[in-house]
């Protein structure tokens, strides 16, 4: 274990209150905070990603936000290669890695340090699947994965045409060996990391009604604007970073697919089935420390306190830190 860096990974469902206790915990562990959300790392892509002001950081530092411009396309291979550096750079300081968000196969691979590089070379596979996609639609291509690995295809949203491809890649460039198959190999592996996985959560009632609270403050704040300036500034509507959420409704608004009314319900209700989707996946990874609000609030414990215990336990943190 000693040859182990730590690793803490705060993980949850949209608006759980991730952000709010990943300072707290830091502040309390000396640690720093590296973010595992998929679209936080694209500059000029603010109020849709829930993304924390600089000035709000309590002079905390953050890795892997704001790192890409939103033309160019981030994927779980760029994100195990920059979180590994952001691990180096704060264990080289003597502080604790806190890995935080809500991208669950990303925190898969860089957990299990799980390799899909070699999936990422010879790309014209790739761009057939992408036409494929244009001229027949999403539902085309995640029918072809499930012809070819069931498993895969229930555990990847239908509309999620990014992690559709690849399992398809795999596929292909691995002479049929199925990407399920893999990923549950490749998580029978001892984890390069001596780490603690937590995952907060909240009521689903009380989660739905803070998504929606959220939505309307994104929308107060600016969102329509956001994703307009974006449009003007030539980032494609097909680009990886405008499939995110609140991003595609908004576009779609825009460009006279919807009514306003109609994009902010899609968005409120496609939220609140990412959130549900999150969960699920959570509950099928092994060793996920569960981080109850309410049963703390009745045990009077805090959440804090929580995870300071079970740090303690793995030997994350010295005993005798208060």
Request: aromatic share 8%.
């Amino acid at each position: 274990m000693d040859d182990k860096k730590p690793l803490i990974i705060l993980a949850g469902p949209t608006a759980a209150g991730k952000t709010a206790l990943s300072l707290e915990l830091a502040k309390a562990i000396n640690g720093e905070i590296i973010s595992a959300d998929s679209m936080q790392v694209y500059q000029g892509m603010d109020i849709g990603t829930a993304k924390l002001p600089e000035n709000m950081r309590q002079g905390i530092n953050h890795y892997l936000i704001d790192c890409l411009s939103p033309k160019e396309e981030f994927n779980v291979v760029r994100f195990v290669e920059l979180a590994k550096e952001a691990i180096q750079n704060i264990c080289q300081k003597g502080k604790l890695p806190i890995v935080v968000g809500g991208t669950g196969f990303y925190i898969q691979a860089l957990l299990y340090d799980i390799d899909f590089t070699k999936n990422d070379d010879d790309k014209s596979y790739r761009k057939e699947l992408e036409k494929i996609s244009k001229e027949q639609g999403a539902e085309a291509l995640h029918g072809m994965l499930k012809e070819l690995d069931k498993t895969a295809a229930e555990e990847i949203h239908p509309h999620n045409i990014k992690r559709i491809i690849r399992a398809l890649e795999f596929y292909k460039k691995s002479n049929g060996i199925k990407i399920s198959e893999h990923n549950r190999e490749q998580r029978q592996k001892e984890s390069p990391y001596n780490f603690a996985y937590f995952v907060l959560t909240e009521e689903r009632a009380l989660l739905y009604e803070r998504i929606n609270a959220r939505v309307d403050e994104m929308l107060s704040e600016g969102l329509v604007e956001e994703v307009q300036r974006l449009l003007l500034e030539g980032v494609p509507r097909t680009g990886v970073s405008m499939q995110g959420l609140g991003y595609k409704e908004i576009a779609a608004y825009l460009c006279g697919e919807y009514t306003y009314e109609e994009a902010v319900y899609l968005l409120k209700r496609n939220t609140r089935h990412f959130a549900k989707r999150q969960l699920t996946w959570f509950r099928r990874e092994p060793d996920v420390i569960w981080l109850e609000r309410k049963k703390a609030e009745e045990s009077g414990r805090t959440i804090l306190g929580e995870i300071k215990r079970e740090l303690k336990e793995k030997e994350i943190l010295e005993r005798d830190l208060d």
